[in-house]
């Protein structure tokens, strides 16, 4: 009993140590949608798991719909969540997306924010971000949002190197990730498509995730249209092995899919990185652990298991 309670102990502290990274398409995210208290509270439930969160197809030139989520988002657990936004971005005045970043400023620092401006290369043009943090293996990083046209899809995604080169020379930071509903699947990309796209031919970039998964929610589709790709061995290091996954978050929290539905026609997908590899993390309201200790002793827990069993 005593064996179960300490493992117990050291996964909680395990969970704590993790950094989750979240992206999410929230498909016309409008005041209309913010004043749903339904869908308001599924989706404070979803975003309140995450360390930053990227919102797509947001729709909310004067922030109000914005500020809603982030005031009830800042009354439902002890984080203080922030959130910067782009612009609105596209090309016909009946169509303008931003890019919203929520974060928890506990968490992490907003260290730059930059508009990527080329016209000829996306519809909705990226709005770059760099953040650092003591509680994240990597201590600096730049997140690259895309939300695609669905029609250039191929173009844009390959585009994304372009915006690497510049935010990286800028920052001069090479831990970029990129995030976002791509399109990057079913009819819009194809297996031939690839060898058009540098972030597919380029082995620097890691695509976290895979093609076989379903980002959305609806039965009728099945296509891996959101994606995270990290760029360079340093960040791919500092990612949890296996994280990167979509977030069903209607089996998660046993909502019918209407309720899901309600929020987005996506799931949100998601990646943990690793916590600082120093000694010791003062976990919210507890004791610092040893967590370089932790690894040996689940180690050494396992071996005396197959003895005690
Ligand atoms: C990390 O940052 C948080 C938030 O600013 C701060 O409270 C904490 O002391 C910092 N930890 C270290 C190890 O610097
Ligand atoms: C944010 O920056 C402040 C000032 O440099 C620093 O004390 C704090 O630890 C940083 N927070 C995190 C989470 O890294
Ligand atoms: C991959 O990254 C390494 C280290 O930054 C660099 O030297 C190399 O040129 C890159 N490869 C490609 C194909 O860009």
Request: with cysteine; glycine share 4%.
């Given at each position: 009993m005593r064996?179960?309670?300490?493992?117990?102990?050291?996964?909680?502290?395990?969970?704590?140590?993790?950094?989750?990274?979240?992206?999410?398409?929230?498909?016309?995210?409008?005041?209309?949608?913010?004043?749903?208290?339904?869908?308001?509270?599924?989706?404070?439930?979803?975003?309140?798991?995450?360390?930053?969160?990227?919102?797509?197809?947001?729709?909310?030139?004067?922030?109000?719909?914005?500020?809603?989520?982030?005031?009830?988002?800042?009354?439902?657990?002890?984080?203080?969540?922030?959130?910067?936004?782009?612009?609105?971005?596209?090309?016909?005045?009946?169509?303008?997306?931003?890019?919203?970043?929520?974060?928890?400023?506990?968490?992490?620092?907003?260290?730059?924010?930059?508009?990527?401006?080329?016209?000829?290369?996306?519809?909705r043009e990226p709005f770059v971000v760099q953040f650092q943090s003591n509680r994240t293996a990597i201590k600096k990083f730049v997140l690259v949002p895309l939300h695609s046209e669905p029609s250039k899809a191929v173009h844009e995604i390959d585009r994304l190197y372009d915006v690497f080169q510049e935010v990286s020379k800028k920052w001069n930071n090479k831990n970029v990730m990129f995030l976002g509903d791509f399109h990057a699947s079913c009819a819009y990309v194809t297996r031939k498509d690839r060898k058009k796209i540098r972030l597919f031919k380029n082995s620097n970039f890691s695509w976290l995730i895979g093609d076989k998964v379903d980002t959305t929610v609806t039965d009728d589709t099945n296509c891996a249209y959101d994606r995270i790709v990290v760029h360079g061995e340093p960040f791919l290091k500092a990612i949890k092995p296996f994280s990167a996954q979509v977030y069903n978050f209607g089996k998660d929290?046993?909502?019918?899919?209407?309720?899901?539905?309600?929020?987005?026609?996506?799931?949100?997908?998601?990646?943990?990185?690793?916590?600082?590899?120093?000694?010791?993390?003062?976990?919210?309201?507890?004791?610092?652990?040893?967590?370089?200790?932790?690894?040996?002793?689940?180690?050494?827990?396992?071996?005396?298991?197959?003895?005690?069993?």
């Open positions: 064996w179960f309670y300490l493992i117990f102990i050291l996964s909680v502290c395990r969970a704590a140590e993790d950094f989750r990274i979240c992206s999410y398409n929230v498909q016309n995210f409008n005041m209309q949608k913010a004043s749903n208290y339904k869908l308001i509270h599924t989706l404070t439930r979803v975003v309140s798991r995450c360390d930053v969160c990227l919102l797509q197809h947001v729709v909310d030139v004067d922030g109000r719909a914005v500020n809603k989520l982030l005031a009830v988002l800042n009354r439902y657990d002890d984080f203080t969540y922030k959130s910067v936004s782009s612009q609105s971005l596209g090309n016909s005045p009946g169509d303008m997306q931003q890019y919203v970043f929520i974060y928890r400023t506990e968490m992490v620092n907003l260290t730059g924010q930059h508009q990527y401006s080329s016209k000829q290369s996306f519809v929290l046993k909502l019918p899919q209407t309720r899901v539905l309600e929020v987005s026609d996506h799931f949100p997908i998601e990646v943990r990185l690793k916590g600082p590899a120093s000694t010791e993390v003062r976990v919210k309201g507890s004791a610092p652990f040893l967590i370089q200790a932790t690894p040996l002793l689940l180690l050494l827990l396992s071996v005396i298991g197959q003895f005690v069993l």
